[in-house]
Nanobody, 127 residues
Framework: QVQLVESGGGWVQTGGSLRLSCAAS????????MGWFRQAPGKEREFVAV????????YYADSVKGRFTISRDNAKNAVYLQMNTLKPEDTAVYLC????????????????????WGQGTQVTVSS
């Protein structure tokens, strides 16, 4: 089992940057494929990015490709989301999630694969 706690959210103007962190408990963090999702008010949860257990493979939603970067530090039990060139449509609660299965590219974008979720951190981008 793993517990996840996100941090780093906040308010930023259009074009700005934020770096989200997700701290994981437990000694088996490297056993999990890690994903970031987001949910805006009145909208369904949306996939953002995923990273493989070793960190060598990543996959992004088209809406954030080229602007966001996912990374992880298994020694620190943490996964990060660097968000650049933020837009108002990026406003949402951002959640990290852990999947005990392997990284499978597009299939790893499905929220049903993830067994563990954090509470989320709010990101607000003003125009």
């Amino acid at each position: 089992q793993v517990q996840l706690v996100e941090s780093g959210g906040g308010w930023v103007q259009t074009g700005g940057s934020l770096r989200l962190s997700c701290a994981a408990s437990g000694r088996t963090f490297s056993s999990y494929t890690m994903g970031w999702f987001r949910q805006a008010p009145g909208k369904e949860r949306e996939f953002v990015a995923v990273i493989s257990k070793g960190g060598g493979l990543t996959y992004y939603a088209d809406s954030v490709k080229g602007r966001f970067t996912i990374s992880r530090d298994n020694a620190k039990n943490a996964v990060y989301l660097q968000m650049n060139t933020l837009k108002p449509e990026d406003t949402a609660v951002y959640l990290c999630a852990a999947d005990g299965g392997p990284f499978t590219g597009v299939a790893s974008s499905r929220s049903q694969r993830y067994s563990y979720w954090g509470q989320g951190t709010q990101v607000t981008v003003s125009s």
